[in-house]
Antibody, heavy 121, light 107 residues
Framework: QVQLVQSGAEVKKPGASVKVSCKAS????????IHWVRQAPGQRLDWVGW????????NYAQRLQGRVTMTRDTSISTAYLELNRLRSDDTVVFYC??????????????WGQGTLVTVSS | DIQMTQSPSSLSAAVGDRVTITCRAS??????LSWYQQKPGKVPELLIY???SLQSGVPSRISGSGSETDFTLTISSLQPEDSAIYFC?????????FGPGTRVDIK
């Protein structure tokens, strides 16, 4: 079955960077886009961007352009999200999500367990 | 970016009631609209994609409709396990924005 397993919780200081990993299994990694979504406590879901694992092409939410980088390592079926210049309002749970694919219009079908990133001085 | 709004922001209904949530996009998104359910402390789950297609494993009492700018999620007969927050999301490029969510409580 499709599984996405994310790295563990992180605590960072303002201005630092964080890198979250997402290891995929149960399907061919390069066949489906991986999206990243974040959620602050009690808040709405916030789409961060996607990466095409086959080509490495990325598409980021405009408000995070310049601070976010998505990469992947196809040899170990793992996607990565790096966010730089962390601020206190970057205290969120990050989810990696596999695209449903096909004619779903990029619906977010398979979710990782989430990674809490806490930014605090 | 395309802005998404949802109404109501919350509702309370009895078991067996028909519940409808609406989602509106600030511009036409064709049928590029998904719905998700999130229970407290849990990961969101995909319910509906392409505006009206039911994700595998989702109960048939849940349905979606709409196109262009106006969409609805309907629960035909509310069950206790439907208590959750429901989010819509547009996936019309380039950015895939979510709505603010609708909290559904059971009376």
């Amino acid at each position: 079955q499709v599984q996405l397993v994310q790295s563990g919780a992180e605590v960072k200081k303002p201005g630092a960077s964080v890198k979250v990993s997402c290891k995929a299994s149960g399907y061919t990694f390069t066949d489906y886009y991986i999206h990243w979504v974040r959620q602050a406590p009690g808040q709405r879901l916030d789409w961060v961007g996607w990466i095409n694992p086959k080509s490495g092409d990325t598409n980021y939410a405009q408000r995070l352009q310049g601070r976010v980088t998505m990469t992947r390592d196809t040899s170990i079926s793992t996607a990565y999200l790096e966010l730089n210049r962390l601020r206190s309002d970057d205290t969120v749970v990050f989810y990696c999500v596999r695209d449903l694919g096909g004619n779903s219009g990029h619906a977010l079908a398979y979710w990782g367990q989430g990674t809490l990133v806490t930014v605090s001085s | 970016d395309i802005q998404m709004t949802q109404s109501p922001s919350s509702l309370s209904a009895a078991v067996g009631d028909r519940v409808t949530i609406t989602c509106r996009a600030s511009q036409s998104i064709s049928n590029n609209l998904s719905w998700y359910q999130q229970k407290p402390g849990k990961v969101p789950e995909l319910l509906i994609y392409a505006a009206s297609s039911l994700q595998s494993g989702v109960p048939s009492r849940i349905s979606g409709s709409g196109s262009e700018t106006d969409f609805t999620l309907t629960i035909s007969s509310l069950q206790p396990e439907d208590s959750a927050i429901y989010f819509c999301q547009q996936t019309y490029r380039p950015s895939f924005t979510f709505g603010p969510g609708t909290r559904v409580d059971i009376k």
